[in-house]
């Protein structure tokens, strides 16, 4: 009989920074340092469009203030901040926000002018709704912003925001962890209940929650879904494949730009694995790791054992709440209704701000030598509790492998972040707090050591979970169409190296020609590869509409985020951003306030005349310049009026226009020696072609003085 192996994982994730779940606050508009996180979210609700590999969301919620707290007591008005959290393939393109019976749309612009133009304290006036992004961290999660102005007293405000996402491919259904982290918080009462509505006749199961009402609409030809709603209540969506037989292409064209979205099942080959076990442990103190949660651990680990595992390999999961919790009595064979069970009976929980490792090793050990003979062990730990001399390390951790059985294997990820390095004498080494309690028991038992410092939870979770598992190495898609060619494809959920056998590979494309189109799948093994060929014909294809466009220069964005961001990287990523409406960390969404100045200027007595007025700088007169642009903001010409006193005249009086980044876009010569009120009319084109939305200078300059104003274009 063959001798098999236990995996046992033990997870001691200590810390957290709440970096999975969303933040709702307000605060007085010029001081944000005050902050009440009392802020109610009245309803929110979800509309999901299954869009082949991606996924459309729209987030709508109704937000109030009560204005009880005592240092909001006596305001009518505040401003509003919500603070989450998206994945960093998530494509957002739009943010609405209800203004009394209007709906506003928002103006896309760069990040600095947006920020500027909402929240410029100079003015009277301030504008009601901001969207911002941050650059993705290392574990691939974007912080996102979101302010509106004002919240007032006895009234509710409403907004929404459109995003795409790809989903999480199975060997049989595409999968979407739903944002209800984010519609919830330890410091926020959040919402009690998530409307969702799934716009497909395909009926989705939930994972994760047993949903208040379930109704399917014969009206929207969609299913609509109660959920309710706690701290860490992790909800999962699964529902069909669209690919049939090998794959699924669908195309779209718009203009002269046609685009497609393609899905197919690798070259089949035979799996040559050795079954493994897995005891997984988690023992999570909140209060510890920077930049990672317990939570995203869980969902990133769940989210590798569905790839990497197959129903030859069997696991267990244990997490140490305030008490010690079991996805299952025994090891269950990894299917992915397995799986799905284990992580629903252990996700639905908050972590303690304590360790059980003692406790966990326990059980663990007693749980092992109940059922195999020999164990595999991997542990993922952060804690920083064990503060003993070296020598009184190296006795504890052979005492730790003395709990197990001769000849396991313990293998150790330090997750431990936040400590100082401490210095080694015996070694003359700097290392973290444990490394050498843990090198210790790693090196006795012939396993392997990972520190969280150097590499991401996700890379490390690859590492371990694909050892002793066939998989591609690389994975190649070449496509040739019978007339023309494709260019400038992505891959979606890129694996890293890591392609199972079994999971369909999805790509975006851009491509000029017609079908039919041929396609190679080819995947290396090792020093072997393997090739699968397929022809797509136009009875094959499923229209596609514009978010399918959208979703490829969303993924040339991810692409180019991943590059060094040197200047002609931003500008290219900006260009993208402002001409398709995609929110980048260079961009932002601004929702100007209706019919009023938009807070860059000073109010006139004329409110209809737009005038920047200001004494030359090396003049010691009290002669003026005077400088004037109309309409401002523009949407296609800009008239700038300008009248020269005779002292400033001279044969040398320019009128050019800077972008934000200090380019010269466009530039007029004027005749120096001309008396009076002069006109020129700019069409907001550089070298005659139209240029994007955004903040322009307008510089007005002679010999030896210089006038700027601010213009800015809207289309």
Not at 245 to 268: C, G, M, T, V, W
Not at 323 to 342: F, I, K, Q, V, W
Not at 490 to 508: D, N, R, S, V, W
């Amino acid at each position: 009989m063959k001798t098999r192996i236990v995996t046992l994982i033990t997870i001691l994730l200590w810390g957290i920074n709440f970096a999975l779940a969303g933040d709702f606050c307000v605060y007085e508009a010029n001081y944000p340092g005050v902050k009440d996180y009392n802020v109610r979210v009245d309803t929110a609700s979800l509309t999901i469009l299954p869009r082949g590999a991606y996924i459309e969301l729209d987030l709508e919620l109704t937000i109030s203030y009560d204005f009880q707290s005592w240092f909001f007591k006596n305001y009518n008005e505040l401003e509003f901040l919500w603070q989450f959290n998206l994945p960093d393939q998530a494509v957002v393109t739009d943010f609405w926000l209800w203004y009394g019976d209007s709906i506003l749309k928002p103006t896309i612009m760069d990040k600095w002018t947006a920020e500027l133009l909402f929240s410029e304290v100079s003015s009277s006036v301030r504008n009601p709704g901001l969207l911002i992004q941050s650059f993705p961290d290392r574990e691939g999660q974007v912080a996102h912003s979101l302010r509106i102005y004002p919240i007032m007293r006895n009234e509710k405000r409403k907004f929404k925001i459109h995003y795409l996402l790809p989903a999480r491919p199975t060997n049989e259904t595409l999968r979407l962890w739903l944002p209800t982290s984010q519609l919830t918080s330890r410091r926020s009462p959040g919402v009690d209940s998530l409307k969702l509505v799934f716009l497909s006749n395909q009926k989705p199961s939930l994972i994760g929650v047993d949903p208040g009402y379930e109704l399917y609409r014969p009206d929207i030809n969609g299913w609509e879904f109660k959920i309710g709603l706690d701290y860490d209540r992790f909800v999962e969506l699964v529902y069909p494949t669209p690919i049939t037989q090998k794959y699924f292409f669908s195309s779209y064209a718009d203009s002269n730009e046609s685009f497609y979205q393609l899905a197919i099942y690798p070259p089949d080959v035979p799996q040559q694995r050795t079954p493994r076990n897995f005891l997984i442990l988690v023992d999570f103190n909140r209060f510890n790791t920077g930049g990672l949660d317990g939570e995203l651990v869980l969902l990133l680990l769940k989210e590798t054992m569905q790839q990497a595992l197959s129903p030859q390999d069997s696991a267990n999961i244990i997490v140490s709440y305030d008490d010690l919790t079991y996805g299952a009595d025994r090891l269950l064979a990894c299917s992915e209704a397995n799986l799905d069970l284990l992580f629903e009976n252990v996700l639905q929980r908050s972590f303690p701000s304590y360790s059980n490792f003692q406790v966990l090793m326990a059980a663990a050990a007693n749980f092992v030598a109940n059922r195999y003979d020999s164990t595999d062990i991997i542990l993922f730990t952060n804690t920083d509790e064990i503060s003993l001399s070296t020598s009184s390390k190296e006795v504890l951790a052979d005492q730790v492998i003395a709990m197990l059985l001769p000849g396991t294997k313990i293998h150790i990820v330090d997750l431990e972040n936040k400590s100082g390095l401490v210095y080694n004498s015996q070694y003359s080494q700097y290392e973290t707090q444990l490394q050498s309690f843990f090198a210790r028991i790693c090196y006795q038992s012939a396993g392997n050591l990972f520190f969280l410092r150097y590499h991401s939870i996700k890379n490390i979770l690859a590492a371990l979970f694909y050892e002793m598992v066939s998989h591609f190495e690389e994975v190649e898609v070449q496509t040739r169409f019978a007339s023309g060619y494709a260019y400038g494809k992505h891959f979606i959920a890129l694996h890293e190296g890591y392609y199972p056998f079994k999971f369909p590979i999805m790509q975006t494309g851009r491509f000029q020609g017609s079908l039919p189109l041929d396609i190679t799948v080819l995947g290396k093994i090792q020093l072997q590869k393997v090739i699968d060929n397929f022809t797509i014909t136009d009875q094959d294809v499923i229209p596609g509409v514009s978010s399918l466009k959208t979703t490829w220069y969303g993924d040339q964005i991810h692409q180019l985020l991943k590059k060094p961001q040197i200047n002609a990287t931003i500008l290219d990523i900006m260009d993208i951003s402002l001409k398709q409406n995609i929110l980048t960390p260079y961009t932002g969404f601004l929702i100007f306030r209706p019919e009023e100045n938009h807070g860059y200027q000073e109010e006139e007595d004329d409110p209809n005349k737009r005038t920047n007025v200001a004494i030359s700088e090396d003049d010691t007169s009290t002669e003026i310049i005077e400088f004037e642009a109309y309409p401002n903001p523009f949407n296609e010409v800009v008239t700038l009026n300008f009248t020269v006193p005779i002292t400033k005249n001279s044969a040398k009086i320019s009128l050019a226009i800077y972008n934000y980044l200090g380019q010269k876009v466009e530039e007029f010569r004027i005749d120096g020696n001309l008396i009076g009120r002069q006109q020129i009319t700019w069409n907001a084109k550089h070298s005659s072609n139209p240029i994007s939305s955004g903040v322009y200078f307008a510089v007005l300059s002679g010999s030896n003085w210089k006038k700027t104003m601010k213009l800015v274009l809207i289309k």
